[in-house]
């Protein structure tokens, strides 16, 4: 969810309606955003998606999609945006697609 989220921001697109989102999944949009004063920083998110991942690799499981959000975050981190808020998933966007702050403008 939040890769859609920030990819609607590095395009200038508001998300969709999000609304027949379960429960559970609205909760962890807001957990992941940070709402409240202490935001999930990339490194610490990194951290999360590596531990998910050998766990997942020990049971035998195959889940790319948490491959792939590791690879966008490390590349987040690699921008030099690792103590930012994990919302700067949209500095990696920008850089894979040729986008410029000032090119939005």
Do not use: W, Y
């Not at 609205?26 to 957990?31: D, I, T």
């Not at 590791?70 to 919302?87: C, D, E, H, I, K």
């Amino acid at each position: 969810m939040i890769l859609a989220v920030c990819a609607g921001v590095a395009f200038d697109q508001p998300p969709t309606d999000c609304s027949p989102v379960s429960p559970v999944s609205s909760f962890a949009v807001r957990a992941s955003f940070s709402l409240d004063s202490s935001p999930l920083l990339v490194q610490h998110f990194i951290k999360d998606l590596q531990i998910g991942l050998s766990e997942a690799n020990r049971m035998g499981l195959a889940l790319p999609g948490l491959a792939l959000a590791q690879q966008l975050f490390v590349s987040v981190q690699a921008l030099g945006a690792g103590r930012q808020a994990t919302t700067a998933l949209t500095l990696a966007l920008e850089a894979m697609n040729g986008i410029k702050q000032q090119d939005k403008q």
